[in-house]
T-cell receptor, first 114, second 110 residues
Framework: EAQVTQNPRYLITVTGKKLTVTCSQN?????MSWYRQDPGLGLRQIYY???????DKGDVPEGYKVSRKEKRNFPLILESPSPNQTSLYFC?????????????FGPGTRLTVT | QKEVEQNSGPLSVPEGAIASLNCTYS??????FFWYRQYSGKSPELIMF????GDKEDGRFTAQLNKASQYVSLLIRDSQPSDSATYLC??????????FGGGTRLMVKP
């Protein structure tokens, strides 16, 4: 089954404790992206990757890191989480052919930083 | 700052009616336009995409694009209670980033 998986689905952590949210897709998509979704602010892009070893900042990259060492995986790293990073996070992937095609979203990771 | 604007709603329509959802965008260079549906607590799923001016129909859904007016809309015919969700408009500006609007919450009342 074609899918994007994220782990963990729920996470409660404390300020400053490094964490990683994993994202994996099995569709051989070149493009992968991370979004956060907050009430009233919609979906905002954090980082994206056009292919292996190619990453770039989205609209809200501060406080986040990513890496793309393999085509299928695109982990999101919070080196020192803060309460303002409490949010719902989505990973997405798609093919790229001139422009972005349909993005497939993972199920989401609800993160709470206390 | 590239912007995509939507009325947050809620937009309330009776079952069987046409729901009209609207979206405006600021970047004239935008190339591709997408409508996603998101049920509460779930991830967005693609409903329609449109690249060219005019209308594109898929079942009960019609996407309309007017690049001169920087306007894209989604019509849902014969609305059903199961269509109740938040509809997100997304714009691809340069083939590498999607900018999303804040979403319009649609409520279809039986």
């Amino acid at each position: 089954e074609a899918q994007v998986t994220q782990n963990p689905r729920y996470l409660i952590t404390v300020t400053g404790k490094k964490l990683t949210v994993t994202c994996s897709q099995n569709m051989n998509h070149e493009y992968m992206s991370w979004y956060r979704q907050d009430p009233g602010l919609g979906l905002r892009q954090i980082y994206y990757s056009m292919n292996v070893e190619v990453t770039d900042k989205g609209d809200v990259p501060e406080g986040y890191k990513v890496s793309r060492k393999e085509k299928r995986n695109f982990p999101l790293i919070l080196e020192s989480p803060s309460p303002n990073q409490t949010s719902l996070y989505f990973c997405a992937s798609s093919f790229v052919s001139g422009s972005l095609s349909e993005q497939y979203f993972g199920p989401g990771t609800r993160l709470t930083v206390t | 700052q590239k912007e995509v604007e939507q009325n947050s709603g809620p937009l309330s329509v009776p079952e069987g009616a046409i729901a009209s959802l609207n979206c405006t965008y600021s970047d004239r260079g935008s190339q591709s336009f997408f409508w996603y549906r998101q049920y509460s607590g779930k991830s967005p799923e693609l409903i329609m995409f449109i690249y060219s001016n005019g209308d594109k129909e898929d079942g009960r859904f019609t996407a309309q694009l007017n690049k001169a007016s920087q306007y894209v809309s989604l019509l849902i015919r014969d609305s059903q209670p199961s269509d109740s969700a938040t509809y997100l408009c997304a714009v691809d500006n340069a083939g590498n980033m999607l900018t999303f609007g804040g979403g319009t919450r649609l409520m279809v009342k039986p």
